[in-house]
C-alpha cells in the first residue's frame, strides 16, 4: 500500500527542519511557483486541450472548449475591484480586517450591483447585490450552488484534532452527499414543531434570569422624592443577553443543566462562554494567513502548506483550536452519555467497531427530559438507517461519515453553540437599539405581551411556547424581523458553482437571467423591455451581499429607517428579506432562533421600560451604532441603554431607587 502525501510529509518534514535553518528557501520556492500558475493553466487547460481537439477533427468539441476560454473572459469582464499578483483582491481584505460586508459595500457603490472580484489569482468570484439573482442562486438554480467555497482539505490547515473534526464536518464545510447525510439530521430536530415546544420550558427560564439579574440592578425602599427620570439606569444589554443565550444553548444544544446550577456548572459555562467568544474573535480571512496562501498556490502543494500551518500556526490559530477543544470536550462526554441511555433504554449490547451492533432508538423523535440536540441527532443517524444498514436498507450516510459519525456529531454540537450563542445575542441587542429609537414600537410590544399574559395566564408568570412565538406575537416578531433587515446575522454569504450530476456533459457554468428592466428612449416616449444574463464558470464563487440588498432602495423603501409596518398585514413578506438564506442551505435554526429571540424580548418587554433615544427627524437608524462582521455582524462597542422596571413590577407601597 502506497502512503499518502501526507504521511509521507509527517515523517520526511523533522528531517527537513534539522537541514536547514532558514524557512526563506521554502517560501521562496512556492512563490516562484504561483508566478507561473496562471501561464501553467492556459497552456494545461487550453493550449493542449484545443490542439487535441483539432488532431482528432472534432468541431463540436473544439466549439465546447473555445467557449470554455471565452464565457470564463465574460465573468472576469464584469467592472469590478483591480486585482493584484499572487492574491488577486484578497489585499482589501486586510485592510478592512475582513469585513466583507464594509468591503462590499464600498465596492457596490463603484462598480454597481454585480461586479468581479479575484480573491485568488486563477478564482474567479461574481459579487450580487441584486435580489433576483440572488432568489435564483438559492432557489430556482440552487442544484447548480450547493456548496460553499472551502479549500480541498481545509482541516490540513487547523492545529489541533478537535480543530480539525470541526472544520472536516461542521455543516459549514461538509459538501455534497454529506452535506445532506449531516442537513437531513438536523432538519429532522430544528424543524418539529413538537421538539420545539419542549425547549420552550428552558428558553422561559433564561429569559426569567436575564430579568432577575437586571431587577438586582435596583434597590427598594419606602421613600417617595425618587424623580421618574432617575430611576433609568445604564445597561450594556449585549452581555447580558449574551449569558442568557448562552443558557438557553446549554440547554437545548448541550443538554446541561442551567436552573440552580453548582459553582463546577458555573465554571463550566463560564468556560463555554470564553470559547464561544473565542472561536468569533479569531475568525475571518486574516486570522488564518495560510488559507490565504492557500488560495494562490497549486493544489499539489497543499499538503506541504497545511505541514507549515499546523507546525506553525498564529496565535489566533491556536486560541480558535483551544476553544474548539474545550467545546468538543463537553460535547464528547455528553454525546457518550447520549449512546449510554439509548443502551439502557433499548438494553442493547455494548458498542463496537461493527455498525450493525449500534443501537437503533425509538422510531419517533421524542425530547426527554435532560436529552439535547446531540441526543436527538444520534437518534436520527441510528433510526434513519445512516449508522445502521440491514439486509434490505442500505445506509444513508458515506462510507467517511460512518466511520466518524462521532466526530460529525459533536461539531455540529460545536456549530450549533457558537451560532446559537452570538446570533441571537446580537438580533435581540439590536432589536432593543432600535426599539429604544421609535418607543411606540416598544410600547405596541408590550401592549402584545400584556393582552397575552392577561388572556393565557393573568395570575402567574409570562410563558411564551414555539407555537406562541410564531403565531401569537406579530407585531414583536415584527419588529425583530426588521432589526434583522437592517442588522443580518450573516451580511454575507457565499456559494460554489458547480454542475450537478443531470447537467448537461460538457456544461462549463450556469446562467442567471436578470430581472426585466425598461429602457426610456432619448425622445421620452419610447419603452421596451431587455433581459440579460450573467454567466457563473465552473469552480467560480458566488458572493450573495444580503445586507446590501436589504438596504436596496428599489427593494425597500426608506431602506435604512426602521419600519416593522412591512411585516405586518396588509404587506406580504417582502420579496428581498432573507437574512438567514434561502432555500435547502437555509440557516437550519431559523424558527428556534426566532423563538428564542420573541420569548427574550416579550420577557423583557413585560417587566422593564425603555428611554426613549433622541432621533432627529429623518436621521439614519445605522448611524450611531457601530458594527463589524466577524464571523457574524455585531456591535464593536457593545449595545448601551437606559432602562427601569415598570410599575407593576414595584412591590406595594415602595418606590424604586437605583
Not at 421620452?524 to 433581459?531: D, E, F, L, S, Y
Request: with cysteine; net charge neutral.
Amino acid at each position: 500500500m502506497v502512503p499518502s502525501l501526507d504521511v509521507v510529509l509527517d515523517v520526511v518534514w523533522p528531517f527537513l527542519l534539522r537541514m536547514t535553518d532558514s524557512y526563506v528557501l521554502w517560501f521562496a520556492f512556492l512563490i516562484m511557483v504561483v508566478y507561473f500558475r496562471q501561464l501553467m493553466n492556459r497552456f494545461a487547460h487550453a493550449s493542449v486541450r484545443v490542439i487535441s481537439v483539432m488532431i482528432g477533427g472534432d468541431k463540436s468539441r473544439l466549439r465546447q472548449e473555445y467557449n470554455k476560454v471565452n464565457n470564463k473572459k465574460k465573468i472576469v469582464r464584469l467592472a469590478g475591484p483591480r486585482s493584484f499578483p499572487f492574491v488577486g483582491s484578497a489585499m482589501a481584505l486586510f485592510q478592512n480586517q475582513g469585513d466583507l460586508d464594509q468591503m462590499f459595500a464600498v465596492w457596490i457603490k463603484q462598480f454597481g450591483k454585480i461586479f468581479n472580484m479575484q480573491l485568488f489569482v486563477g478564482i474567479p468570484a461574481v459579487v450580487i447585490a441584486d435580489a433576483n439573482l440572488a432568489r435564483q442562486v438559492f432557489l430556482k438554480k440552487h442544484t447548480w450552488f450547493v456548496n460553499r467555497p472551502a479549500p480541498s482539505n481545509l482541516e490540513r490547515f487547523i492545529p489541533g484534532t478537535s480543530a480539525q473534526h470541526f472544520f472536516r464536518w461542521s455543516m459549514t464545510v461538509v459538501k455534497d452527499a454529506e452535506w445532506r447525510s449531516v442537513r437531513r439530521a438536523a432538519t429532522a430536530v430544528f424543524h418539529s414543531n413538537e421538539i420545539l415546544n419542549r425547549f420552550s420550558p428552558a428558553v422561559n427560564e433564561a429569559a426569567k434570569r436575564l430579568v432577575n439579574d437586571l431587577k438586582a440592578l435596583w434597590s427598594w425602599n419606602d421613600t417617595n422624592d425618587v424623580d421618574e427620570d432617575e430611576r433609568f439606569v445604564d445597561v450594556e444589554i449585549w452581555r447580558k443577553i449574551g449569558e442568557t443565550t448562552l443558557e438557553v444553548i446549554c440547554s437545548t444544544v448541550m443538554g446541561l443543566e442551567t436552573s440552580n446550577a453548582s459553582e463546577a456548572s458555573r465554571t463550566r459555562h463560564m468556560e463555554l462562554l470564553k470559547s464561544a467568544r473565542a472561536v468569533f474573535a479569531n475568525s475571518g480571512f486574516a486570522a488564518n494567513p495560510y488559507l490565504l496562501i492557500a488560495g494562490a498556490v497549486p493544489k499539489m502543494f497543499s499538503p506541504i502548506l497545511g505541514l507549515i500551518a499546523r507546525t506553525f500556526p498564529t496565535q489566533q490559530m491556536r486560541d480558535t483550536s483551544k476553544a474548539l477543544e474545550t467545546i468538543d470536550h463537553y460535547a464528547n462526554e455528553l454525546l457518550d452519555e447520549a449512546i449510554a441511555q439509548v443502551q439502557c433504554e433499548e438494553n442493547a449490547p455494548p458498542l463496537t467497531a461493527e455498525p450493525a451492533s449500534w443501537p437503533v432508538p425509538p422510531p419517533r423523535l421524542e425530547l426527554q427530559e435532560g436529552e439535547s440536540i446531540i441526543n436527538l441527532m444520534y437518534k436520527m443517524w441510528a433510526h434513519d438507517k445512516g449508522l445502521k444498514s440491514t439486509a434490505t436498507a442500505a445506509p444513508r450516510i458515506g462510507p467517511a461519515l460512518r466511520r466518524e459519525w462521532a466526530q460529525a456529531i459533536r461539531a455540529q454540537a460545536a456549530l450549533f453553540f457558537i451560532a446559537g450563542y452570538e446570533t441571537t445575542a446580537n438580533t435581540l441587542s439590536f432589536t432593543l437599539y432600535l426599539l429604544a429609537r421609535h418607543i411606540d414600537w416598544f410600547h405596541a410590544i408590550q401592549a402584545e405581551v400584556d393582552e397575552h399574559h392577561a388572556r393565557k395566564n393573568p395570575g402567574g408568570q409570562l410563558t411564551v411556547t414555539h407555537d406562541d412565538a410564531q403565531t401569537l406575537f406579530p407585531k414583536t416578531m415584527a419588529c425583530i424581523r426588521e432589526a434583522i433587515r437592517l442588522f443580518p446575522p450573516a451580511p454575507v454569504t457565499s456559494r460554489v458553482c458547480s454542475p450537478p450530476s443531470h447537467a448537461a456533459s460538457g456544461t462549463n457554468g450556469a446562467w442567471l437571467d436578470e430581472e426585466d428592466e425598461t429602457v426610456v428612449s432619448d425622445d421620452g416616449g419610447i419603452t421596451k423591455t431587455t433581459k440579460s444574463t450573467i454567466f457563473v464558470p465552473k469552480n467560480a464563487d458566488v458572493f450573495i451581499a444580503i445586507r446590501a440588498i436589504h438596504l436596496d432602495p428599489q427593494m425597500f423603501s426608506n431602506p435604512r429607517t426602521f419600519d416593522p409596518q412591512r411585516f405586518l398585514p396588509p404587506n406580504k413578506e417582502p420579496y428581498a428579506w432573507f437574512p438567514f438564506g434561502l432555500g435547502p442551505r437555509q440557516c437550519v435554526a431559523t424558527k428556534l432562533a426566532l423563538t428564542e429571540a420573541v420569548t427574550v424580548l416579550a420577557h423583557f418587554a413585560r417587566n422593564f421600560d425603555l428611554k426613549a433615544a433622541y432621533v432627529a427627524p429623518g436621521e439614519d437608524d445605522l448611524e450611531g451604532l457601530e458594527t463589524k462582521m466577524a464571523g457574524t455582524l455585531g456591535p464593536t462597542k457593545g449595545v448601551h441603554l437606559r432602562i427601569r422596571p415598570r410599575c407593576h413590577v414595584f412591590k406595594p407601597n415602595t418606590t424604586l431607587t437605583t
